[in-house]
């Protein structure tokens, strides 16, 4: 697929299968490993940082190795305590009988995280949600289309919270709320996606949302699929009815680069609705690429959505992140992830 050698692109798939390995099968112990792994570190903060692999990394080099640093010790730590600090969230939320879904914030593989999403089902929820979390310390920043963002300082970490009432760009719905939540399963305490919505999720808010996928993204796609024996057929189907073969295909064409035996059947013309470099990482899909994942998604929800609520989820659609961050991506710019110090 790629003839031409490249060395970044070489690491990521070093980076990428020993964490594979590591996510599915376990400890394993391989001294040359521990060397490269640590060299990369040392040489290439600003690629492990820029697609969310230092919690990862540091897991793989601590557990296997009994090896840290100050950096993977101070995110791994920073980790735990947002971990900490949404079960005991989800504790309170299941008191006051609060229906809520932790989304997008932990999965298959510990992923450097911004902030927690939580998922309310309705106003009456987030109405009970904002009161437990000022009654547990919390204060609010700001109140935007999409969220309400609440934070708290725990063991000199800052923890942000984004309560959303719907999985959205904008107002411009991309997954249906009551799909999540009606197969949410409860990971002690915390409520989390089905494995099937947690790739799904995946997928449409790396390409229609963020429109950036990181060696995070990827490793999780691919340690979720292994461990929970995701059957694709079925997969595609769930895909398809959500309106999100597009970006399913994506993520399962980026993959090939270290599966090549697992999607041998992928159609070469995914060359041209995919990824505009394929050995730079974070990836960046083409602009048409995310333009008819909305063109796609937009017809399956004329099916069933009035042609008035589906065109004003549109033309909201450019201030979700901003017109600015939208404008950034066309021109090929990289994508705003936090840094060392937030």
């Not at 990369?40 to 897991?59: F, M, Q, Y």
């Not at 800052?158 to 799909?179: C, R, W």
């Not at 004329?302 to 961050?325: A, M, N, W």
Request: charged share 25%; glycine share 4%.
């Amino acid at each position: 697929m790629i003839t031409k050698f490249n060395k970044n692109l070489i690491k990521c798939i070093f980076i990428y299968n020993n964490l594979k390995d590591f996510y599915i099968k376990g400890y394993h112990k391989d001294e040359k490993v521990r060397d490269i792994m640590i060299s990369i570190l040392n040489s290439d903060i600003e690629l492990l940082r820029c697609n969310k692999l230092l919690v990862s990394l540091g897991e793989f080099l601590i557990k296997n190795y009994l090896y840290t640093n100050e950096i993977l010790s101070q995110r791994v730590r920073r980790y735990e305590i947002y971990h900490q600090e949404t079960y005991r969230i989800f504790q309170e939320f299941g008191e006051r009988g609060v229906k809520a879904l932790c989304i997008k914030t932990f999965t298959s593989i510990p992923k450097d995280i911004a902030d927690i999403d939580i998922l309310l089902y309705d106003d009456e929820d987030l109405k009970i949600a904002e009161k437990s979390l000022i009654e547990m310390g919390y204060k609010k920043r700001k109140k935007g289309l999409e969220q309400h963002l609440w934070t708290i300082i725990k063991n000199n970490v800052i923890i942000d919270i984004e309560l959303h009432t719907n999985v959205a760009a904008a107002s411009y719905i991309y997954y249906p709320k009551a799909v999540l939540f009606d197969r949410s399963e409860k990971l002690d305490t915390i409520v989390v996606p089905s494995p099937i919505d947690s790739i799904l999720l995946l997928v449409a808010h790396a390409v229609m949302k963020d429109f950036f996928i990181t060696l995070a993204d990827l490793l999780d796609f691919e340690v979720t699929l292994k461990k929970h024996k995701i059957d694709f057929k079925r997969l595609n189907n769930e895909a398809a009815s959500l309106g999100l073969t597009l970006p399913l295909q994506v993520f399962r064409y980026a993959s090939s680069l270290f599966n090549p035996d697992d999607y041998k059947e992928l159609d070469n013309i995914l060359n041209f609705f995919s990824i505009t470099k394929l050995n730079e990482f974070p990836l960046r899909p083409n602009m048409h690429t995310v333009l008819l994942s909305y063109l796609f998604m937009t017809t399956k929800k004329l099916k069933h959505e009035s042609f008035r609520s589906v065109l004003s989820q549109i033309i909201h659609l450019p201030t979700g992140k901003g017109i600015d961050y939208f404008v950034k991506f066309a021109f090929g710019g990289k994508p705003p992830i936090k840094g060392l110090s937030e």
